[in-house]
């Protein structure tokens, strides 16, 4: 190597470093990343109390400073707030790519444009735990307690995977789940798989789209004993093209055409009410404004809430509870159908003993549904069983 390439090489190494370095400065710090669809770590900031020294190693009392969480955070914040992160996330992306690499970030690279994120094996005492919990509810109440779990495109959508890609067994999760239960088992997993060729689930995001939401529908009517009107009675209406959900926010990918968010059900003459808190307040089926930002999925029922109650087009139907996860939003509009009123009660901000909601409620049917993946990790369920 020359002497001149030697000089021009460190020249354009201390530039390339001088230029991010000055970029990093002036670069105002973000509060959310409408990619990654995350809040981004902040500026950490040291008080006295910070620089507290223990000579116990072992006591865990000293500051932040001291105690390394200081850096740690520093760290964090430095990476979450790197000038242009989402151009190196998405090029990173690329890189792996171009490299035959078929996962980025936990996020399996699909046939036909469809990311997919990895099943990783759930902990079995959390799974025993949340199946038991299951079973004192149906102990506590004296209502019928439908239970479902919801496969994910891991499971339905196998085919599209890369070759030998390593998952955690879904299916196995579900064997156990019907094998245990005390509940009335509703096998959404076969609806699906039977429509596993057409759009049931976002390419680009977790959940199911409302077309997977009805085949779910439909296979929840036919085991409570209801029938659910066909499909071809229903309109669509495409209310959004342009939707990148969850696994495009975590996976960097950013060369795939975005989805179509579709409903069936109209809204006139639905009554919702919602509680962010203790005060119900005026709430609905769809949040139109949803569709102007970057997680358009909360367009149904306008996202996640402790407590959802939606006035059913059946006035002389039976009250159903369902305990949920977001897949249920999707799902809500297809049940005013055949129910009076349908509350959806989420655990993870709502603590009400179950029990008690059905008994101050007066609801006829409980239904507990949950993505398998949701309900394997969900630390919640407790208040299932109170």
């Not at 019928?144 to 299916?171: C, H, M, Q, T």
């Not at 066909?230 to 939707?243: C, I, M």
């Not at 009410?273 to 609905?284: C, D, F, I, L, R």
């Amino acid at each position: 190597m020359s002497k001149r390439y030697a000089i021009f090489l460190t020249v354009f190494f201390c530039g390339f470093l001088a230029f991010f370095f000055a970029a990093n400065l002036i670069s105002p710090d973000r509060d959310f990343s409408q990619d990654e669809n995350r809040y981004l770590a902040q500026l950490p900031t040291l008080d006295a109390g910070d620089f507290k020294l223990s000579l116990d190693p072992f006591s865990g009392e000293s500051g932040d400073f001291f105690s390394g969480k200081f850096m740690s955070d520093f760290e964090t914040y430095l990476t979450d707030q790197f000038v242009f992160r989402d151009q190196w996330i998405a090029a990173k992306a690329l890189a792996e790519r171009a490299a035959g690499k078929g996962e980025n970030n936990g996020v399996y690279l699909c046939d036909q444009d469809t990311l997919i994120s990895r099943f990783e094996t759930p902990d079995p005492e959390r799974v025993a735990d949340n199946l038991d919990y299951v079973n004192k509810l149906v102990e506590n109440v004296d209502i019928p307690v439908y239970f479902s779990l919801i496969p994910g495109k891991v499971s339905v959508w196998a085919d599209r995977l890369p070759d030998g890609a390593p998952n955690a067994s879904e299916e196995d999760i579900l064997a156990q789940a019907e094998e245990s239960t005390q509940a009335r088992w509703v096998d959404i997993a076969a609806a699906l798989e039977a429509h596993k060729g057409e759009d049931i689930y976002y390419r680009l995001d977790h959940h199911w789209t409302s077309l997977g939401a009805y085949y779910g529908y439909a296979a929840l009517m036919e085991a409570m004993g209801l029938e659910a009107a066909p499909l071809s009675d229903y309109e669509k209406t495409t209310v959004s093209t342009d939707f990148n959900g969850t696994t495009y926010s975590s996976s960097g990918v950013r060369w795939m055409a975005p989805d179509a968010i579709d409903i069936y059900v109209p809204e006139e003459g639905i009554a919702v009410t919602a509680w962010n808190g203790s005060q119900p307040e005026a709430g609905v089926l769809y949040d139109w404004s949803k569709l102007e930002v970057k997680d358009k999925y909360s367009f149904f029922l306008g996202g996640n809430k402790p407590l959802v109650v939606v006035e059913g087009r059946n006035t002389d139907g039976p009250r159903l509870l369902v305990i949920r996860d977001s897949y249920s939003d999707s799902l809500a509009p297809f049940l005013t159908a055949d129910f009076s009123q349908v509350h959806l009660f989420d655990p993870r901000y709502n603590k009400t003993p179950v029990s008690q909601y059905v008994a101050e409620n007066e609801i006829d049917q409980v239904l507990v549904l949950y993505s398998v993946a949701n309900f394997v990790s969900d630390g919640n369920l407790f208040v299932l069983s109170r």
